[in-house]
């Protein structure tokens, strides 16, 4: 399974991924447009974060297995 086949699940099997978009779509009356374009940003700022997280891990896993 690839990881971006695991990013498709994660996603679609956890409403708190999307269901805060939806809410605030409809209460401040988001064009469709907006809606999927704060989305996106959102998802790019989240994968990033991740990226750089395991990033992190990785340096430090390295800098561990050399003491």
Known sequence: M????LGIIHTLLGPDHYLPFIVLSKARNWSRTRTMWITFISGVGHVT???VLGLIGIAMGFSLSKL
């Open 2 to 5: 690839s990881a971006a086949t």
């Open 49 to 51: 974060g991740s990226v």
